[in-house]
């Protein structure tokens, strides 16, 4: 497996990022959004959307003073409905 690939899953590993882009699939969202959205401060933040952008996940762009996040390819939501499925037959077949 290629190192891309496992930085792929990485970011996909963690809630807050995966909450971020369950955001983001809905549109293009500034950073200041999510604020309000959850209790995390703004280094946590932008450490997660940095992982996010790094492994081209998630576009950055500037609007004026504002920054805007927008999911670069969006077979990555495929890959988590595909990972939520998994699971939830997992746990149906463990009951």
Known sequence: MNKRTVMLFKALGCS???KILE???KGTMCICE???LYSIDKTTLSRHVKA???TG???ENRNG???ELS???RR???IIELAKSITDVSSQESE
């Open 34 to 36: 999510f604020d309000d």
């Open 65 to 67: 003073t504002r920054k």
């Open 23 to 25: 955001h983001l699939s």
């Open 52 to 54: 996010l952008v790094d």
């Open 16 to 18: 807050w990022r995966l």
């Open 57 to 59: 996940l998630v576009k």
């Open 76 to 78: 990555v939501l495929e």
């Open 71 to 73: 999911i670069a390819d």
